[in-house]
């Protein structure tokens, strides 16, 4: 069983970051997405908690990192999401309580996330746009994630129940 | 404050150190890329990880392009407009780049007077479409094309479209290859001014807020480029990673700052980078591969 659920997740995850840069591109904003493998991440912390969120971070991100067309220094996007995951898992109680804190918390995160991908390519100096431009790239991505939470949230959330272990009580 | 008792939870205690093992994994793993440079222990997992997503994105973009042509009309790029048109003329157009190549080369011969040798005229083209683009929150501007190694193609090939210089490839698997867009802030292109040969670096980093624009460093400081002058890639050696004589952009502003004796001008690209979609490879003449390939003389093979 555990077998399976790994397999379900971990196609889930590929299917985000495929959805991403295959399908996405047609309604990019100046090339900005929605960051589906962030959104997966947030969602993953909502129904299952830190540990697992972050977990499933580090898959999703070191796939972002390693899955073409991807050229940057592999490991930056993985850290970007284990941070990520680990936060929204943190205020879960709060962003399972309200629509309103949950699209905050998605809000913070892609805002988080992304900011902590930029700030690794400042430090090691590997594709650093001027900080106006990454600014606005990060504004941008932040209202995709916000947009596309309404309709990605509710279905995500029922996939993650579904491939809870069953000894583990909500 | 919002962390209310979240922290008590006690399922969140192991997650501690199964968080702080994981920022230890990532700086590993980045670490290990960063040092390891040309040749990172990185890159057999980007190709494994590229011969098993490529061929998916390809099959995704297959499957969702009968919809790109409703989702042009939400995009909300440049071009817009002419999108449609474009795509469906592109195809065409490209089969006749190589025979109108000449004829490019006679115009830019008379905008710069380039003199090209009989070695530089001819050179053929595999034809490829962009499955999958590299989201900007990555800040780094790639694509993945539908053309790999089975095709002929190979790192630091030349890629380019009906409107000009596209980029190159760096990284090639059996089906598929990634190119790095010469608007990535790492892209740096040898490039020519059309109208006074002035040969200057032209990378990615752009000046302005316009996240498309080009820079340009002229390597003589005393030279004024001209605004809309025309700038054509130089050319290394053998062709690798750029050919000779494609077209870049247009000379937009010149940046002129007294503190510095450097020139800057900013060079807006002929080509549309969030709207890719046909490109072509250069390879080598007499290439084979399970793909159409261009040739020179117009003809294919």
């Known amino acids: ?170 | 404050m919002a962390l209310k008792d979240s922290g008590r939870d006690p399922r969140d205690h192991p997650s501690r150190s199964v968080f702080v093992l994981l920022l230890l994994a990532c700086l590993t793993v980045i670490t290990l890329d960063a040092r390891g440079g040309d040749n990172s222990p990185l890159d057999p997992v980007r190709s494994i990880a590229g011969n098993i997503v490529g061929p998916v994105e390809a099959a995704t973009a297959t499957a969702v392009r009968p919809f790109s042509d409703i989702g042009s009309y939400l995009r909300t790029t440049r071009g817009l407009r002419n999108d449609v048109a474009k795509l469906q003329s592109e195809n065409s157009q490209l089969r006749s780049t190589v025979e109108t190549a000449p004829l490019d080369r006679a115009r830019l011969n008379e905008l710069d007077g380039l003199t090209r040798t009989a070695k530089d005229t001819g050179y053929s083209l595999v034809a490829a479409r962009v499955v999958a683009m590299g989201p900007m929150q990555s800040f780094s501007r790639t694509v993945t094309i539908d053309a790999g190694t089975s095709s002929g193609v190979r790192a630091d090939m030349t890629v380019l479209n009906n409107d000009g210089l596209v980029g190159r490839v760096i990284r090639a698997t059996r089906t598929t290859s990634t190119v790095l867009l010469i608007v990535d802030p790492d892209s740096v292109v040898g490039g020519r001014l059309g109208s006074n040969l002035e040969i200057g670096v032209i990378s990615g980093q752009s000046l302005t807020q316009k996240r498309d624009d080009l820079n340009l460093e002229l390597v003589d400081n005393s030279v004024v480029p001209e605004r809309g002058d025309v700038v054509a890639t130089w050319g290394s050696d053998n062709g690798v990673p750029y050919v000779a004589g494609i077209p870049i952009g247009r000379v937009a502003s010149v940046v002129s700052n007294p503190s510095q004796t450097e020139k800057r001008a900013v060079i807006t690209p002929f080509v549309d980078f969030t709207a890719l979609d046909v490109v072509g490879v250069v390879v080598p003449n007499g290439t084979h591969g399970d793909r159409v390939v261009i040739k020179a003389d117009g003809g294919i093979k």
């Open chain 1, 1 to 170: 069983m555990t077998a399976i659920r790994a397999f379900f997740l971990a196609a889930l995850v590929m299917a985000a970051v495929i959805l991403q840069v295959a399908v996405f591109r047609y309604v990019s904003i100046d090339g900005v997405v929605p960051n589906l493998a962030l959104l997966v991440v947030v969602v993953a912390a909502f129904a299952r908690g830190p540990q697992f969120a972050a977990l499933l971070g580090f898959g999703a991100g070191l796939l972002l990192d390693v899955a073409p067309p991807a050229d940057h220094i592999a490991g930056r996007w993985a850290l970007a999401l284990v941070i990520v995951g680990y936060l929204a898992g943190r205020v879960r109680q709060d962003a399972r309580s309200s629509t309103l804190v949950a699209l905050m918390t998605v809000a913070a995160c892609s805002f988080v996330g992304t900011s902590i991908y930029a700030i690794t390519g400042l430090v090691l100096q590997d594709d650093a746009l001027p900080a106006g431009q990454m600014l606005q790239v990060i504004g941008t991505s932040v209202l995709w994630d916000v947009v596309i939470t309404p309709l990605a949230l509710p279905l995500l959330m029922v996939v993650f129940l579904r491939l809870r272990p069953p000894q583990v009580a909500a």
